[in-house]
């Protein structure tokens, strides 16, 4: 799976007690929140104490405090892995775009968070829990503007808008609808309820041609 809380580009994302310089403090904070994605799997968001991610990863109760002091900051820190991720897809997809000329632009991004819907387990069982924090929901707020703006940069690289603030406005609605779209889905099925998929990729096909016509 990765490190659950290094972004792309190496760092870390969620602001840590102490920021793990050495390779292997790095490496026990990556087993430490593998560990912790586990418990939360396994046992649900419930079961993420301080205690129980320590014995899971093997290190002692106050090695995890010098990183993640209580159940708040482990659920921040997988979180923001999760939608670091997301989020590179994102970036993925629209170094692609421009290249491949997707007949299908809204297929192709169902289809993509569908399957990354599908191997993340940790994300539907903490977004599905009901345990996100204060800080997590305020991330994922301007997790999906970040990921309105990456439809935003697709469409102009396909020719399909032009820049404005109407068109970053209607990308953050389309993808504010898909979202809740996809958790239903996986709500319903953790494969994703097809026919709900079905249903979006219409609606948002629907809607993003009505956004490219007005920029005939």
């Not at 430490?32 to 290190?59: I, K, M, N, P, Y």
């Not at 109760?61 to 991720?85: N, T």
């Not at 239903?184 to 490219?212: H, Q, S, V």
Request: proline letters at 4%; aromatic letters at 6%; charged letters at 25%.
């Amino acid at each position: 799976m990765g490190d659950p809380a290094a972004e792309p580009g190496g760092g870390w994302p969620v602001p840590l007690r102490r920021t793990p310089q050495q390779a292997r403090s790095r490496a026990r904070l990556a087993r430490v929140l593998e560990a912790a994605e586990r418990v939360l799997v396994g046992e649900g968001v419930q079961a993420l104490t301080t205690t129980r991610v320590a014995a899971e990863a093997g290190v002692s109760v106050g090695s995890l405090y010098q990183y993640l002091p209580d159940r708040d900051a482990i659920i921040d820190a997988l979180a923001s892995g999760y939608l670091a991720r997301l989020e590179a897809a994102m970036d993925d997809l629209v170094a692609v775009a421009g290249a491949e000329q997707w007949d299908d632009p809204v297929g192709v991004l169902i289809d993509a968070y569908a399957a990354i819907y599908r191997t993340e387990h940790g994300f539907r069982a903490l977004w599905f829990g009901g345990g996100l924090t204060e800080q997590t929901r305020a991330a994922d707020r301007e997790h999906k503007r970040r990921m309105a703006d990456g439809v935003r940069r697709i469409l102009l690289v396909l020719g399909l808008a032009h820049d404005d603030e109407a068109l970053t406005r209607a990308c953050h609605a389309a993808v504010l609808a898909a979202d809740a779209l996809a958790q239903e889905a996986f709500r319903r099925d953790p494969a994703g309820d097809p026919g709900l998929l079905g249903e979006a990729a219409l609606m948002l096909r629907g809607y993003l041609t009505g956004i490219a016509a007005r920029y005939r």
